[in-house]
């Protein structure tokens, strides 16, 4: 499997990482539901059996849980892979979450991290969120210090715009950029993209199924049957108006990839490397037979046409 660069950083990444965030379980705002962590463990595996070789996974999901989850799977391989996570979201003993970027908090948050993921020095360090917005130097001044520790090797961000990237660039490099990107989420195509490439900015999509809705196994009976927790069913883009306009992008996809023998969720994955800023996209899991609609976009690229499709569909179908 091909790797590629991120950013300034010596890390050479696989196209596909395994997205940690479901692993979370279910039980707090932004959650997909209960999960089995046996089954997340066994995906965990199962992706680093066939060559994945990074992980991102974030404090917030599952209120700790989610890095758990990782350090079990991780316990007793040899070779390890690359550990992402992020900080700059903490929560209370009533497990209420709120957004912090004061120097003390980022640093706890970071030892908290580290003891959960059983490792002495996280591969990236990421800025979850860029909130509260006057705190951002704070947070990524204390994030630079960290990185001179030896804590944590890079430092990244999540979420930024253009103008909240410079600020931080300003005081010191930004190693990538995590921010959701997909066929039905493509608003980085501005002038995020052209900073991170004008910069040296790796740049690590994260959804690019939009949380599932494009891999070809959503429907509307799945959807109306999510628990109460899952918060995607409170999603625009799982409802209508955009729902039936969604799933039939989906059948699009289907239809390009069946040419190859690809899934819809391979399609759409693909569409968002075909873009040379991107260094790699994460894939969320949670079972291990979910890689097998996924593993194909790590070598498949879309040709011009198909991108020319996907385009053509989304202008005679507008959300």
């Known amino acids: 499997m091909q790797t590629k660069r991120l950013g300034n950083s010596d890390l050479d990444l696989t196209p596909l990482g395994i997205g940690a965030w479901a692993m979370g379980g279910g039980g707090w705002k932004f959650a997909w539901g209960p999960q089995d962590d046996s089954q997340s463990i066994a995906a965990i595996h199962k992706a680093l059996d ?61 030892e908290d ?50 103008e909240q990237l410079k600020r931080a660039q300003a005081i010191a490099p930004i190693t990538s950029l995590q921010p959701p990107y997909s066929i039905l989420s493509p608003e980085i195509e501005g002038d995020q993209l052209d900073y991170c490439a004008a910069n040296g900015i790796g740049v690590l999509v994260y959804s690019p199924m939009k949380s599932g809705l494009l891999t070809g196994k959503m429907t509307r009976e799945r959807i109306a049957a999510m628990p109460e927790d899952d918060f995607r ?19 699009k996809l289907r239809e390009i990839g069946a040419r190859h023998g690809g899934t819809p969720g391979e399609v759409a994955i693909a569409w968002t490397l075909r873009r040379p800023e991107v260094t790699a996209a994460i894939v969320g899991l949670r079972a291990p037979e979910q890689l097998d609609g996924v593993i194909g976009a790590a070598e498949f690229r879309l040709s011009e046409g198909e991108i020319g499709e996907i385009t053509s569909f989304l202008a005679a179908n507008p959300a």
């Not at 758990?68 to 040899?78: G, K």
């Not at 002495?120 to 630079?144: F, K, N, R, S």
């Open 50 to 110: 066939a060559g994945l070789n990074w992980i991102d996974t974030a404090a917030i999901y599952g209120l700790g849980h989610s890095e758990e989850v990782v350090a079990r799977a991780l316990q007793d391989r040899p070779q390890k892979p690359y550990i992402f996570t992020k900080c700059a979201r903490s929560w209370t003993e009533n497990r209420e979450i709120f957004p912090c970027l004061k120097r003390e908090v980022v640093r706890k948050e970071c």
């Open 113 to 162: 991290s580290l003891r959960r993921l059983n490792v002495d020095v996280i591969d990236l360090y990421q800025m979850h969120w860029p909130e509260p917005d006057e705190d951002v130097e704070e947070g990524w001044e204390t994030m630079a210090r960290l990185q001179e520790e030896g804590k944590v090797r890079w430092i990244g961000v999540s979420n930024f715009s253009t």
């Open 233 to 251: 069913q409170r999603t625009p883009h799982f409802q209508e108006p955009r729902l039936t306009r969604n799933l039939a992008l989906v059948e």
